[in-house]
């Protein structure tokens, strides 16, 4: 599988984006699909997951403002995100894993088998 991510730029605090991941090959069954982000000098954290297509999980530092979705019917993956801020700024990744992992291990990424290469998101204040 391979993932294709799109729809980072630069904004302005306040304004909104929408990034894209388009799989190559069918996301029906997948048990977890998942948005990271990596500020420069910082770790790759989790922003947003959906597990087993039912459970969104959104990190506390964007909740109210970033929404995930999945269209199994189109492969893809969405990150809609609003009111955006200049600590916002990173590349962000999606990621998809084919094996069933256990819920406290949803946020490590090296559980992921599959990346996208990465939209860089510029917010600037």
């Known amino acids: 599988v391979q993932l294709q991510a799109s729809g980072g730029g630069l904004v302005q605090a306040g304004e909104s984006l929408r990034l894209s991941c388009t799989a190559s090959?069918?996301?029906?069954?997948?048990?977890?699909v998942a948005w990271f982000r990596q500020a420069p000098g910082k770790q790759r954290e989790l922003v947003a997951s959906i597990i087993n297509g039912k459970i969104i999980d959104i990190a506390d530092s964007v909740k109210g403002r970033f929404t995930i979705s999945r269209d199994d019917g189109k492969n893809a993956l969405y990150l809609k995100m609003n009111s955006l801020k200049p600590e916002d700024t990173a590349v962000y990744y999606c990621?998809?894993?084919?094996?069933?992992?256990?819920?406290?291990?949803?946020?490590?990424?090296?559980?992921?088998?599959?990346w996208g290469q990465g939209t860089l998101v510029t917010v600037s204040s």
């Open positions: 090959g069918s996301l029906r069954g997948i048990s977890v």
């Open positions: 990621a998809l894993t084919v094996s069933r992992p256990i819920m406290s291990s949803i946020p490590d990424p090296s559980i992921y088998d599959y």
